[in-house]
């Protein structure tokens, strides 16, 4: 839509507020548009209950300004697709696990690299801090204005026929990957196969083994019932990587300063929200797949995945010498 029909819009919906304040009208929104949200997960999964609550803030805040709906499960589409959707303006918010971003946004990838945050609380620290800013700076750049990083845990490996005790074990494994050339590099690097795929093939994939294995955090492994077609989980925690709550630029550029600031504000109320219900989930994710039958091996020394992974940084860093200084900011401030 043109901006000048937006600002003609927003100034009708200004006048009709102010008719309602004033007690003549009981409706006042019907000039709002109904914003589209974009979600992979299902609806009682913590970032679809904190996206519902994120846009039901906004609506109730702005008055019925802005307003929209969430599409869960992925109905909307593949992330790769929706990634550019969202820039493009025809999905106007979404979340997006910052893995199959790397293509569109170069900073993403760091966040890719497996084992760069030594636990969650550092993932924390750095993402609310000058790393988080940096990466959302880079999004802005490409049309995808972040308003809030959501937890999605650490990912693990999980498979069919047999526990994954070290690297050596993922030998000839066919592995499914989020869609990143990084995680390529990173099955190959411990000799296994890399197939990437999206993340609604998995299940049947798993299943009529046309993959081995998949790896994931404990609650998309429970929620896709992936755990019942892979039953060995081997907690090898080899990559942490945050997702973002985030905004078309194309839409958020149509709001008032002060509309911005409602929605930054509810962005803020939704993330901590999803925060604690991530870890609620976890735990019960734990709980549900162990019950199901599920066989789940912690990895005590996690030191030979790691220095498997060293080829993948060094890979990386030669093809992108410029993202080294965000590397580092990464690495040092944990
Ligand atoms: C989940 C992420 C989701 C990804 C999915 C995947 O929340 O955004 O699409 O993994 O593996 O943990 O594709």
């Known amino acids: 839509m043109k901006l000048s029909t937006h600002i003609k819009k927003l100034a009708l919906c200004t006048a009709l507020a102010f008719t309602v304040s004033a007690g003549v009208m009981t409706t006042h929104d019907a000039e709002a548009k ?71 946004v170069p900073e993403t990838n760091v966040v890719s690299l497996p084992f760069i945050f030594k636990s969650i609380p550092d993932m924390y620290k750095v993402m609310d801090g000058a790393g988080g800013a940096a990466i959302a700076e880079g999004m802005a750049k490409k049309g995808i204005v972040a308003i809030g990083w959501f937890d999605s845990g650490a990912r693990s490996f999980y498979t069919s026929q047999r526990a994954i005790n070290t690297p050596d074990d993922v030998k000839g494994l066919k592995v499914r990957v989020m869609n990143n050339d990084l995680f390529v590099g990173m099955i190959e690097a411990m000799g296994g196969n890399a197939t990437p795929m999206a993340f609604g093939e998995v299940f049947q994939s798993l299943k009529t083994g046309v993959v081995d294995g998949a790896e994931n955090n404990p609650p998309s492994y ?67 797949v162990a019950a199901g039958g599920v066989k789940v091996n912690t990895i005590a020394d996690k030191g030979p995945f790691q220095d498997a992974m060293g080829p993948v940084y060094d890979k990386y860093l030669a093809a992108n010498p410029e993202m080294k200084s965000l590397v580092d900011l990464i690495t040092s401030s944990q």
Request: aromatic share 8%.
């Open 34 to 104: 109904d914003l589209r949200g974009w979600n992979i997960h299902v609806e009682d999964y913590p970032n679809s209950i904190a996206l519902d609550a994120f846009i039901a803030d906004v609506a109730a805040k702005t008055d019925g300004r802005i307003k929209g709906k969430v599409f869960h499960g992925g109905v909307l589409g593949s992330q790769p697709d929706a990634i550019e959707q969202v820039r493009l303006g025809a999905i106007d918010f979404a979340n997006f696990n910052l893995g199959p971003m790397g293509q569109v």
């Open 222 to 288: 429970e929620s896709t019932n992936h755990f019942e077609v892979a039953q060995f989980y081997s907690l090898s925690e080899h990559l942490i990587i945050p997702e973002c709550l985030c905004i078309s630029k194309k839409t958020w550029d149509t709001w008032s300063e002060a509309d911005q600031k409602i929605v930054m504000e509810a962005g803020k109320a939704a993330t901590a929200k999803q925060r604690e219900l991530w870890q609620a989930r976890e735990k019960a994710s734990m709980e549900k």
